[in-house]
Each structure stands twice: as C-alpha cells, then as structure tokens.
C-alpha cells in the first residue's frame, strides 16, 4: 500500500506564498495520481488540486485556479503544491491522498482515492 507524507504547511500573512510537499513511499506506478484536499474548520474535505504522475496533466478547484500550481517529480514519488496569493479562507489542513488510473470524472471524488497522509496544516492571517 502506498503511504503518504506531507510537509510545509505553516503561518503566513494574506498575499503570501506556500509551498507544500507529498512523498509517496510503497509502489507508485505511472499511473499514479496525487491530490491535494483540504478540510477547513467546520466543514469537510474538499478536493483542491491533483496530477497525473506520467503525463502531468493537472486538475484544479476553481477557486484556487491561477493562484496555485500543482507539480509533480516522477523519480521522486513527489507532488508540489506552489501557493501563492494566499487568503485567510485558505487556512485549513492540507492533505495529500494518492490513486491509481483514475478518470477524469473522478479525479476529483475523495473517494477514488485509498492512500492518505496525516495532513499539514496552513494558516493564513488577514
């Protein structure tokens, strides 16, 4: 089973800039994806960016569509998350999840998704 890790999260001021990091320990196939969710306080985890570990093709929220950037390095099992104009209704816990062959329309779905890491935090001050 593939495992997870993320790093990076932190405090930053509104307009700022983050840069998250997953390792995918276990067998990554190319096929891989990996994802980025986040849960904010109160509410429950919602999809935020993913990439496809061959090809690179990227998929995005459209609220952080051109304020984030979502990259990958196959050799190293990593997936990046640039952030950058940061605002206050970013701060939530970052999670990082990983799935292998999925489509399109369900790339998305939390539930396509069967490897978890334990979450970073960022937090964002106005």
């Known amino acids: 089973q593939v495992q997870m890790q993320e790093s990076g999260g932190g405090l930053v001021q509104a307009g700022g800039s983050l840069n998250l990091s997953c390792v995918a320990s276990?067998?990554?196939?190319?096929?891989?994806?990996l994802a980025w969710f986040r849960q904010r306080p109160g509410e429950g985890r919602e999809f935020v960016a993913a990439?496809?570990?061959?090809?690179?093709?990227?998929y995005y929220r459209e609220s952080v569509t051109g304020r984030f950037t979502i990259s990958k390095d196959y050799a190293k099992a990593t997936a990046y998350l640039q952030m950058n104009s940061l605002k206050p209704e970013d701060t939530a816990v970052y999670y990082c999840?990983?799935?292998?062959?999925?489509?399109?329309?369900?790339?998305?779905?939390?539930?396509?998704?069967?490897?978890w890491g334990q979450g970073t935090q960022v937090t964002v001050s106005s």
């Open positions: 990439i496809t570990l061959s090809q690179g093709t990227t």
């Open positions: 999840a990983g799935t292998l062959s999925p489509t399109s329309a369900t790339i998305r779905n939390q539930r396509t998704y069967r490897g």
């Open positions: 276990g067998r990554v196939y190319p096929a891989y994806a």
